[in-house]
């Protein structure tokens, strides 16, 4: 007897769940899974990767103390036929982070109740994430006195100039335009390493929050990847700049150029041409300053452009994984 009941039961249980899990899909709990790197460096950006098995509108990923909304695409699972529902987002370590160890949260959000807030629904999921430190040595530069103790009259202009790039900075837009790897904005070397503690003419000057990339005067600089100009225009320190928004808290600012090929507002894509290398602002000569900004945060931008072609031997970071973007409808 028990040796045809056994499967009969089975049958029974497993038809119901098939109902479970195809049936109903509102009823379904999302399987959330994550994928971030298991140590990041202070001072850079990492790539978090979210999946859900089930429809979700987005991901809230809480870090440091903060939640980020990525917006999920649907898509093939790379296995086999299976939908899954993802999202990519990167996300800040600051330089002067003071903790050791941290941990990265993901939870599913479904969609809007009758124009109420979204929902969350189902587990999150966690990732453990050490920090560790970049070695950051010291540079001395030297520059006109005036860009190391402003004369007075500038200090108006250099207040205005910081709340517009903070004005700047503050956007958000939830879409996604960018993509891994970044196009690598000139060609030529890097010359300056992002973090480097600075000394102007003998005075220290805080840390270096940028990349310099050589580049001979009037060289083009192409856009790091596809989004719309936030920012145009020149500024004390940094001279004539151009500030692209990429979606999802992620910025790119490009500085000290001789000239700005486009204008505030205007939709670029990865690769287009937006200004010419030049040697505005507070500078030693002309080069390319790239800066990063990750959800407001200062980042190394190194990481996530290709290495120069020519010189570089240095391998990139392996803490990043510049092939999770999913690729998108058009
Ligand atoms: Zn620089």
């Known amino acids: 007897m028990p040796t045809l009941i056994l499967p009969l039961i089975l049958a029974c249980f497993s038809l119901l769940l098939m109902a479970a899990l195809g049936g109903s899909p509102a009823f379904a709990a999302p399987q959330v899974s994550l994928e971030a790197p298991a140590t990041v460096a202070r001072g850079d ?56 160890d941290l941990t990265l949260a993901v939870a599913p959000i479904t969609g809007q109740t009758g124009g109420k807030k979204p929902v969350a ?44 790039v903070r004005k700047t900075l503050a956007q958000y837009s939830p879409e996604r335009q960018w993509t891994l790897p970044f196009e690598r904005p000139v060609s030529g070397d890097v010359s300056s390493l992002f973090g480097l503690k600075r000394v102007f003419n003998g005075q220290p000057r805080g840390l270096h929050r940028g990349l310099d990339l050589r580049g001979a005067e009037g060289t083009p600089i192409l856009a ?32 000290h150029m001789s000239k700005v090929l486009v204008e505030k507002d205007q939709v670029v894509r990865k690769g287009d041409v937006i200004g010419l290398v030049g040697a505005t602002g507070r500078v030693t000569g002309p080069h390319l300053h790239l800066s990063l900004l990750v959800q407001g945060v200062s980042v190394d931008p190194q990481p996530f452009i290709p290495a120069a072609e020519s010189s570089e031997k240095k391998a990139p970071s392996s803490a990043n994984q510049p092939s999770k973007a999913p690729k998108k409808g058009k």
């Open 121 to 164: 629904a189902g587990q999150a999921a966690t990732q453990n994430i050490g920090l560790y430190n970049k070695d950051r040595p010291v540079q001395q530069l030297t520059v006109d006195k005036k860009y190391v103790d402003p004369p007075a009259a500038q200090m108006e202009r250099i207040k205005a100039d910081r709340e517009l």
């Open 45 to 100: 950006a990492f790539v978090a990767l979210a999946v859900s098995n089930e429809p979700v509108q987005s991901f809230s990923f809480k870090w440091m103390g903060k939640n980020y909304a990525a917006t999920a695409y649907a898509g093939e699972a790379s296995t086999g036929a299976e939908k899954k529902w993802q999202a990519v987002i990167l996300l800040p370590v600051p330089l002067d982070a003071k903790e050791n």
């Open 224 to 255: 790091c990847a596809d989004g719309k100009v936030a920012l145009t225009g020149n500024l004390y320190f940094s001279g004539n700049v151009v500030y692209i928004n990429h979606g999802e808290g992620v910025f790119t600012a490009y500085l």
